[in-house]
């Protein structure tokens, strides 16, 4: 690209501006007699290029009159055989072949239709309809020989004369592609083509631009008023788009909010999701998990919104005040049925519950567990199907019945006082991080509703009628063995290392793993599927409807909303079902669910809770540190299996340093996923055994598989 001076650029216009020579010498100057008169030059264009312009000659600017005769102007294309003199219709009396008949230059519009008639149709009728639409003129004089052609007030003194070349009829267009070589010199601008471009200060726009990234346009560029526009001192803009300087200007477009599309549970419209926080929302590095105001502040910061679950209703504006009444009423029905003193009739009339925001009604029908603060009830809903068609409901597991989210006729009511929403958010928080296709998923109990009022809170849960892995471990201590079946062991072994690493994958941790919080989970198999006897870890054969459902979530932490080098530190009263970390003040953090799931495995073994102690001899972990179980495990059992478990889940510090976790560090998500694989390959070759893990299995669900209302 050649850079120009605006002298040297001066001199260039004016060559181009010069008059014409006139017609006696421009035909001695003329070379050759074909019809190319306007020459390309080759150093600066290529074939296809042209600027396709003449100018308007004035017949005293040539220096003849009317009578004298002018050469015949032509513009002839490279690829085209186009002439002035071939679509200029026949006068009587006028030669062919005559190139002495007089013409003066005819303007021509560029919009002139390349699609009419062809040499061989031409007429002077079609000459002069085209004359009439250009707006020429033009009138055609029957008694003169000559076509002349006025100077109208109409067309400016330096309007041009352009001409569209019409390409032939064999003509083919070049179909290369636009970045093809042999076409990108077809696709160049024609030469000393000035390019312009709109920019503030050729605009002269001199409105508030407080919103633009360029706002030093502002400040540099002049303003320039309507009496110094006129005045003969004001220096020319550079760009020619100056006359559009005081065209109002449409402010910049913007994009406006989107409207909410979907209802909250509280009837207000949902904004739209605000852009995720950077960096976890509690900054200290050391911290209680379970303090109000580490929650309060989460639940305060957390996106998306807690208001935007679908089940949620806040109520915290007001009262509900039948706790008590709740309570109590709970209380005289479970001692009636105790003492079984059935002859005075009911205790009372059947409460119920009737809360702002649903269709549904709850009728409490007895109390299923007593906790210090969180009473658990059974309760039946009026209306279980009308939460299914619930347009706000997330994705769901299953279908029907095996749906993890499917209301149901009879449901369990947690009572949480003083009230929090911690639990349902946690337990939501984990559905959604694992998704709905999860196989874990059917694992975890899910939150169907939540209402929160200032002096309680109801969260409604699924129903599990079977029991716990307590009630598991305390039915085969009735047995003459005492302890359950290794395989048996083994299987819930799998279950619970599968849940917790799918867990500990999303960042979520429970807080309070034991036997008690552990659900037995028999769901019910299809009318064409049967549980078959050799047992498949990826679930098939119907083995996907057995297992366990963790529940009470009260506990829970997203480590998540924490740095990454957080360390906890507990300030309640600990016991030996707490980990070792606890116990002795230390710092803690996946410690304390590696430690409930190895108690839990251990209530299974051995049918009681567990106790470790401490055994420095190799293997020491951060902390100089290494604990073991106190029982002896039988040496029947799967030894080697078992003593990897317990190492890994009461010493996973070392276990992560040692086991190639990444970074050294908890979780130690490899090392549970190669202790269950090895429990999975071994429980796979030897399910049959004895009498099998089938027909243990059958002896649960003919004790446990009655629904217990």
């Known amino acids: 690209m050649t850079l120009h001076t605006k002298a040297a650029t001066d001199d260039i216009y004016d060559i181009f501006n010069a008059p014409l020579k006139p017609a006696g010498q421009e035909e001695e100057d003329e070379e050759s007699a074909d019809d190319d008169d306007y020459e390309s030059d080759d150093n600066y264009t290529t074939d296809a290029e042209s600027t396709g312009t003449t100018r308007h000659i004035e017949p005293s600017e040539a220096g003849d009159d009317e009578n004298d005769e002018t050469s015949d102007v032509k513009s002839v294309s490279e690829w085209s055989d186009f002439s002035t003199r071939r679509h200029i219709p026949h006068i009587d009396g006028e030669d062919d072949g005559d190139e002495g008949t ?30 009439q639409q250009m707006g020429t003129g033009e ?34 267009p070049p179909t290369r592609p636009f970045r093809d070589p042999a076409e990108v010199a ?34 540099n560029s002049p303003t320039i008023d309507e ?40 009837g207000k419209a949902i904004p739209p999701k605000p852009l995720a926080p950077k960096g976890p929302i509690i900054k200290d590095a050391q911290c209680n998990p379970v303090d109000e105001s580490v929650r309060s502040e989460i639940i305060s910061r957390m996106l998306p919104p807690l208001s935007s679950y679908s089940g949620f209703y806040d109520h915290r504006h007001e009262k509900y005040e039948r706790g008590a009444e709740i309570r109590k009423f709970a209380k005289a029905l479970a001692k009636a049925n105790k003492s079984g003193d059935n002859k005075t009739g009911p205790v009372a009339a059947p409460v119920v519950i009737e809360l702002p925001g649903t269709p549904s009604t709850y009728t409490i029908k007895k109390e299923l567990g007593a906790g210090a603060f969180a009473p658990v009830y059974l309760v039946e809903n009026s209306a279980p199907e009308a939460d299914e068609n619930d347009e706000n409901a997330i994705p769901t597991m299953g279908k029907g019945a095996f749906a993890v989210s499917h209301r149901s006729e009879i449901e369990a009511l947690k009572m949480e006082n003083p009230p929090t929403p911690w639990e349902f958010h946690m337990m939501r928080l984990a559905h959604t991080r694992l998704g709905p296709q999860h196989r874990t998923s059917a694992s975890l109990s899910y939150a169907h509703e939540m209402h929160l009022f200032q002096d ?17 471990v305390n039915f085969f201590r009735a047995e003459p063995s005492a302890v359950m079946d290794e395989q048996l062991a083994m299987f819930f072994t799998i279950e619970l290392l599968r849940t917790v690493e799918a867990l500990h994958s999303k960042s979520i941790l429970h807080g309070d793993l034991k036997a008690d919080n552990c659900l037995l989970r028999l769901d019910a198999l299809s009318d064409d599927e049967s549980l078959t006897a050799q047992w498949k870890a990826d679930g098939s054969g119907g083995w996907s409807s057995r297992g366990v459902v963790l529940i009470d979530f009260g506990r829970g932490i997203d480590m998540r ?42 209530t299974l073994l051995f049918g009681k809770y567990i106790e470790t102690v401490r055994c420095d001899q190799g293997g020491l972990g951060k902390s100089g540190r ?3 179980i106190r029982e002896s495990l039988k040496r029947y059992w799967q030894t080697d299996l078992w003593s990897d478990c317990f190492e890994l889940l009461l010493n996973p510090g070392a276990a992560a340093a040692a086991g190639g976790e990444d970074g050294g560090k908890m979780p130690v998500l490899k090392s549970m996923k190669n202790v269950r694989e090895r429990m999975e390959t071994w429980l796979g070759a030897n399910c049959e055994r004895g009498v099998g893990l089938k027909s243990v ?7 446990f598989g009655k629904n217990r209302k």
């Open 561 to 602: 909303a924490f740095v990454p080098e957080v360390e906890f530190i507990a300030d309640w009263k600990t016991s030996a079902q707490d980990c070792a970390e606890m116990r002795e003040g230390r710092p803690w953090t996946w410690q304390i669910d590696y430690h409930g799931l190895a108690g839990t495995i251990h």
């Open 186 to 219: 077809n696709n160049r601008l024609p030469f000393m083509t000035p390019i312009t471009e709109r920019t503030e200060v050729s605009l002269d726009v001199t409105m508030e631009r407080r919103g633009y990234k360029t706002p030093s346009k502002k400040d």
């Open 697 to 703: 299995m059958g002896r649960l669900e003919a004790t």
């Open 456 to 472: 309680e809170a109801f969260l409604f849960l699924p129903y599990h009628p079977h029991g716990t892995l307590l009630d598991v």
């Open 139 to 172: 009138e055609q004089n029957d008694d003169a020989e000559e076509l002349e052609t006025p100077v109208s007030e109409d067309f400016p003194p330096t309007a041009r004369t352009t001409f569209v070349p019409i390409p032939p009829e064999d003509y083919e």
């Open 227 to 266: 009496e110094d526009e006129g005045s003969s001192d004001s220096e020319p803009l550079s760009s020619p788009l100056r006359e559009m300087a005081n065209d109002p200007i449409p402010p910049p477009k913007m994009s406006a909010p989107l409207a909410p599309k979907s209802i909250g549970p509280l």
């Open 102 to 131: 007089e013409r003066n230059e005819t303007q021509v519009s560029d919009s002139i239709d390349t699609g009419a008639p062809g040499p061989d149709q031409e007429s002077s009728e079609a000459f002069d309809s085209t004359d």
């Open 626 to 628: 290494r604990y073991k």
